[in-house]
């Protein structure tokens, strides 16, 4: 699969929305820059493969390990399901399995540069996303079957 750039850079996205959009409108920023990306991705494709885990979210904690993803209307194979954090941190130590240094900065929960910060001591893993908004999902792996954007 060859993933091509979006059609327009972020600076081109930001002018043509009023930008920056992702403080104003984090969601439709989401759906437009991911949501729609992944869509045109995946056509012609039967499944998709995600490194999700239940213990991540509420959202997350529903998920299949193997199940139909009806938003992307593929099989979504999330293997890593049913581990925890520690699990994953244990076989990246085990096998010296590089990681992005971030991670080692406070950066437990890593997404597109704006939208993440470091989390501050005991808070938690996925804190550091769209900080200051009541939103912990970019929408690929809601449950929800079709995404609104803008909602």
Avoid at 21 to 37: A, E, N, V
Avoid at 97 to 107: A, E, F, R, S, V
Wanted: net charge positive; proline share 7%.
């Amino acid at each position: 699969m060859v993933l091509k750039q979006p059609a327009q850079t972020v600076e081109q996205y930001e002018a043509a929305n009023g930008g920056p959009l992702y403080q104003t409108r984090p969601d439709q920023c989401c759906f437009d820059r991911k949501i729609k990306i992944l869509h045109e991705a995946v056509r012609g494709m039967k499944a998709w493969m995600s490194g999700i885990r239940r213990d991540q979210s509420p959202d997350r904690a529903r998920s299949p390990i193997v199940g139909w993803d009806k938003k992307f209307e593929l099989v979504k194979i999330s293997p890593l399901a049913n581990w925890t954090k520690k699990d994953v941190w244990k076989l990246i130590t085990d096998e010296d399995i590089p990681y992005n240094p971030l991670h080692d900065q406070g950066y437990t929960s890593i997404g597109c540069f704006p939208c993440t910060r470091a989390v501050l001591f005991g808070e938690d893993e996925r804190a550091g996303r769209w900080s200051g908004f009541a939103k912990t999902e970019c929408g690929l792996h809601t449950l929800d079957e079709k995404p609104v954007a803008g909602s």
